[in-house]
């Protein structure tokens, strides 16, 4: 039997390791990277015992700018061929932008939009000339709109919808496909690094799971979509926000993160 293998980045907790087992379980071979070695390997254990011996960690930083080469690297010395590239690795961080470190800001530019353009420019190379391959991009719904006290993230997921949709286009004709998805809030260990607080309580429990977010992914990768909501109030929000003019949303969102 061949397995198609997809390579997943930010696979050591939310979104990312839910991913990891939604594609185990779909019967694919398993590239996983993040920084938390310790993690990945538990991960790989858990899952390579249930679904068999193919998973293949690869511990980085992404926020250093030679991590995505040294990632192509390895992969091509393994001579895997990447079927499906999920682009998930990716933080924020919640405060005024004058007081933000600077430092912060670089790193979540580096690994939010900087490591996935580059990712996605080596591996998309690839699937043109297999003419075969998919490439999905985790956003977010505040791409959609300029976000205060988080600016920069809100910006980077701007660029991820951007680039993804324009991608979309061009690779169309090649067989190659790109999806991204805008999720709302997700159950996993974001708002811990992005507000610095204990997600036990930060979590409401009307959250979607990150298990849900990973199987409306694969689901979005089957029907080849290119914008994924995630949930149906996402696509209220987006109605909502059509309109209205731009002056009175970025008012909007300054004055629900309660500045
Ligand atoms: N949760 C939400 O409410 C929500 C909503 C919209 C969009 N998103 C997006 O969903 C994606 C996944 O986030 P999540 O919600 O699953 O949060 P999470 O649980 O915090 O997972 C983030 C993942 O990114 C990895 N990562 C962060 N910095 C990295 C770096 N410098 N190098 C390599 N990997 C790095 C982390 O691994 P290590 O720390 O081990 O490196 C972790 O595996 C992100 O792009 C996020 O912006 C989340």
Not at 58 to 74: A, F, G, K, R, T
Not at 101 to 108: A, D, L, Q
Not at 119 to 133: C, E, I, N, P, W
């Given at each position: ?8 980045t930010?696979?050591?907790?939310g ?13 694919y071979?398993l ?25 293949f ?6 926020s ?7 990632i192509?690297?390895?992969v091509?010395?393994e001579?895997i ?5 999920i ?13 933000s470190?600077?430092e ?33 991009n985790v ?5 959609f709109v ?5 600016a920069?993230?809100y910006a980077?997921?701007?660029?991820v ?12 004709s ?23 607080v ?5 979590m409401?429990?009307?959250i ?9 992914i694969?689901y ?5 979509q ?9 696509h ?21 993160r309660?500045?």
């Amino acid at each position: 039997m061949i397995h198609k293998t997809v390579l997943i980045t930010g696979a050591s907790s939310g979104i990312g390791e839910a991913l990891a087992w939604k594609y185990a379980e779909e019967g694919y071979r398993l590239i996983l990277i993040a920084r938390r070695e310790e993690r990945l390997v538990i991960l790989k254990q858990d899952i390579e015992k249930k679904y068999g011996g193919h998973v293949f960690n690869i511990s980085c930083d992404l926020s250093l700018p030679d991590s995505v080469h040294n990632i192509y690297n390895i992969v091509k010395k393994e001579n895997i061929a990447v079927d499906v590239l999920i682009n998930n690795a990716g933080f924020g961080h919640y405060g005024a932008f004058c007081e933000s470190s600077v430092e912060t800001m670089t790193k979540m530019i580096q690994v939010n939009t900087m490591a996935l353009m580059q990712l996605t420019h080596y591996f998309a190379a690839d699937m043109v000339k297999r003419q075969s391959g998919h490439i999905i991009n985790v956003g977010s719904i505040v791409g959609f709109v300029p976000g205060p006290f988080m600016a920069m993230y809100y910006a980077t997921k701007a660029f991820v919808l951007s680039f993804s949709e324009a991608l979309s286009q061009e690779l169309a004709s090649k067989n190659v496909c790109v999806t991204v998805f805008c999720p709302g809030p997700v159950a996993s260990e974001f708002k811990q690094v992005a507000y610095g607080v204990d997600q036990k309580h930060a979590m409401h429990n009307t959250i979607p799971s990150s298990a849900k977010a990973a199987d409306t992914i694969f689901y979005a990768m089957q029907k080849k979509q290119v914008i994924n909501l995630f949930t149906f109030s996402n696509h209220i929000i987006l109605l909502v926000l059509r309109f209205l003019p731009r002056a009175v949303i970025r008012r909007l969102w300054r004055i629900a993160r309660k500045k």
